[in-house]
């Protein structure tokens, strides 16, 4: 089993700044991608940014030049920074990783439990 544990979600002012860190724990042989999704109230979860294993990192429209995704894969952590903040940003973000449990293993897909992200106007 893959646990996936986020934080740094908050209550913030438009214009300002958050860092999500997302750490994932357990049977682990190889992180293929991490990144993060967000789902607004009444609508769908979106992709925000994701980030594989090589150098290949994708996000969303909404968010590209506000927001940068990294990674330490030495402690199988993501982050998520994000700045300029506009109260559409307004969600819970969810942390997802694509995970080799060993050698010879399927890739699984894993979430965690979300983190809120407010930014008031």
């Known amino acids: 089993q893959v646990q996936l544990v986020e934080s740094g979600g908050d209550l913030v002012q438009t214009g300002g700044s958050l860092r999500l860190s997302c750490a994932a724990s357990g049977s682990i042989f190889r992180l293929n991608a991490m990144g993060w999704h967000r789902q607004a109230p009444g609508k769908q979860r979106e992709l925000v940014a994701m980030?594989?294993?090589?150098?290949?990192?994708k996000y969303a429209d909404s968010v590209k030049g506000r927001f940068t995704i990294s990674r330490d894969n030495a402690k199988n952590t993501v982050y998520l920074q994000m700045d300029s903040l506009i109260p559409e940003d307004t969600a819970v973000y969810y942390c997802?990783?694509?995970?080799?449990?060993?050698?010879?293993?399927?890739?699984?897909?894993?979430w965690g439990q979300g983190t809120q992200v407010t930014v008031s106007s």
């Open positions: 997802n990783a694509e995970v080799q449990a060993g050698r010879w293993t399927i890739a699984q897909n894993y």
């Open positions: 980030s594989t294993s090589g150098t290949s990192i």
